[in-house]
Structure formats: structure tokens, C-alpha cells
């Protein structure tokens, strides 16, 4: 038996998670959503992973997708990152600056970090879908400060001292 899923999102309110950008092109034009659930899962071959809800309408748009993007967010898009979050609504339309990349991907305008992926690996997990991407290309942009989810709210993080890796 597990706790029930309000009790782990209340427990998880104190994990800092980076907020990124997932994008695709959908059959009916770019699609993208605010996720926080990225992360990196293998160096050899290089994967990624991001994980959508069941109920997502940005997963119904994007599940058969081959190739998708990830956008690392800096500090100072956290009004994009809400854009993506919010349903309902032309995530794509001004003031979101994007472009086309490669295989039609769409990639937005001044991220910390864009990562192109074709799909490697899904997986159904209770009511969420586990995408497996295999890093195609990757590029970085300007080098700034990141942007977190923390206790509900997004928060800039700098790191004023080099991390160790």
C-alpha cells in the first residue's frame, strides 16, 4: 500500500526541481508543456528522461511524436514557464519567441540549455507516462542563473561558486 498521491506532493513541496520546456511538433503544429520532472539518466548512450500526467492534453498531442526538445529555463523566464503550464492556451503565440530546429522541433528563444531527443524508450507508470529520450544534440546558451520549483513557487537559484562534479 502507498500514501495517497496529495500526502507525497505535500512531502515533495520541499525538493527543489529545475523547471524545463518540453516541445515537439505535433500533427496539428508545436506543442509544448512546463515540466519539472527532468532529469538525466544515462551518460552512455546519453538519455534523458521527462515524465507527463495521464491526463495531459500536451501528452495526447505529442505521445507518437519521434523526436521532442528540452529546454533548460533560466532565472529569468519564469513568465514562459507559467505560459507552459497554463492550459488552454497558444503556448506558442507572442510574446513566446521560438524557432524550428532540427527534424521541425520547436525551440524556444534565449534558454540556458536545448536538448534535441528522439524518443528512446515509454513507459506507462500509474497515472503517468515516463518519455525516454536519446540526446541527439545538444547546445548551450548565454550562462545565467537557474530557475526552480520550491514550496509552490518558482525560484531563481545562482551558483556563486563552481559546483563539483
Known amino acids: 500500500m502507498t500514501v495517497e498521491g496529495a500526502e507525497l506532493r505535500s512531502a515533495l513541496r520541499a525538493h527543489a526541481a529545475g523547471v524545463a520546456v518540453l516541445t515537439a511538433a505535433g500533427a496539428d503544429g508545436p506543442v509544448g508543456v512546463t515540466v519539472t520532472s527532468f532529469t538525466s539518466v544515462s551518460a552512455a548512450p546519453a538519455l534523458v528522461s521527462v515524465t507527463l500526467a495521464d ?29 507552459f503550464a497554463r492550459p488552454g492556451t497558444d503556448r506558442f503565440a507572442p510574446p513566446t519567441a521560438w524557432r524550428p530546429g532540427p527534424y521541425g522541433v520547436p525551440l524556444l528563444d534565449d ?18 507516462h515516463l518519455l525516454v529520450g536519446a540526446v541527439e544534440q545538444v547546445r548551450q546558451g548565454a550562462p545565467g542563473d537557474s530557475l526552480v520549483h520550491l514550496h509552490g513557487d518558482l525560484r531563481p537559484v545562482s551558483a556563486p561558486t563552481p559546483a563539483r562534479t
Open 111 to 128: 534558454c540556458l540549455t536545448w536538448l534535441v531527443c528522439s524518443r528512446y524508450r515509454q513507459l506507462r507508470l500509474g497515472d503517468h
Open 55 to 83: 491526463t495531459s492534453t500536451t501528452w495526447a498531442r505529442l505521445q507518437d511524436c519521434e523526436r521532442f526538445g528540452i529546454q533548460l529555463l533560466g532565472a529569468h523566464q519564469a513568465d514562459l514557464a507559467l505560459r
